[in-house]
């Protein structure tokens, strides 16, 4: 079946503006996570939601980072006056439900570079 | 804190050698370990876990690692490389009694010599 998809695949943005980066997962995974990979920073998590809840947004670097998920299915990150450290690599990842043995499968990312 | 410790970037093996890729973690009580890779332009792809149980996990691709509780180790192993392994590995760890998020080690980047 379809794995988790990710877009855009490639986003090039200019300090200041607003992006949306959009994820749809696996169908049926009610778990959904974002992780940032940068050179500076490795992988690190963002956000996480349960259904439509987001029980931990612990990860998310500043005020400026927002994510929201419909349906239980697709979420949007949203990144607002985007600045040069913003430049990364974001990953999406589901998994069946928010449960330790169950395997995150991740997306092939959405590269962001903020000039 | 939980933190993965992944020694050295880049590892460098020629073709049919032993893979060892090593990850030590922090944590006074067992967590949760895995192993993921990831290739060139792509997204992670997991290789094994350890959740419970036996200690000697296999995985894909004929990978396997053992976790070792008194040595705090989750070392990768390979009997014999090949070309289509070389890519970025990285070991992560869950929390236990935490939700499901991954912290990672730095990653290593593996190179396979013909």
């Known amino acids: 079946g379809a794995g988790v998809s990710q877009s855009p695949s490639n986003k090039v943005t200019e300090k200041g503006k607003d992006v949306e980066l959009r994820c749809d997962p696996i169908s049926g995974h009610t778990a959904l996570y974002w992780y940032r990979q940068s050179l500076g920073q490795g992988l690190e998590f963002l956000i996480y939601f349960q259904g439509n809840s987001a029980p931990d947004k612990s990860g998310l670097p500043s005020d400026r980072f927002s994510a929201e998920r419909t349906g239980g299915s697709v979420s949007t990150l949203t990144i607002q006056r985007t600045q040069q450290e913003d430049s990364a690599v974001y990953l999406c990842?589901?998994?069946?439900?928010?449960?330790?043995?169950?395997?995150?499968?991740f997306g092939p990312g959405t590269r962001l570079t903020v000039l | 804190a939980q933190s993965v410790t992944q020694l050295g970037s880049h590892v460098s093996v020629s073709e049919g050698a032993l893979v060892l890729l090593r990850c030590n973690y922090s944590s006074s009580v067992p967590p949760y370990l895995f192993w993921y890779v990831q290739y060139p332009n792509q997204g992670l792809q997991l290789l094994l876990k350890?959740?419970?149980?036996?200690?000697l996990v296999k995985g894909i691709n004929g990978f396997e690692a053992e976790f070792k509780k008194s040595e705090t180790s989750f070392h990768l192993t390979k009997p014999s490389a090949h070309m289509s392994d070389a890519a970025e590995y990285f070991c992560a760890v869950i929390k236990t009694g935490a939700n499901s998020k991954l912290t990672f080690g730095k990653g290593i980047t593996l190179s396979v010599r013909p």
């Open positions: 350890y959740t419970t149980g036996a200690t």
């Open positions: 990842a589901s998994s069946l439900r928010e449960r330790i043995a169950d395997t995150q499968y």
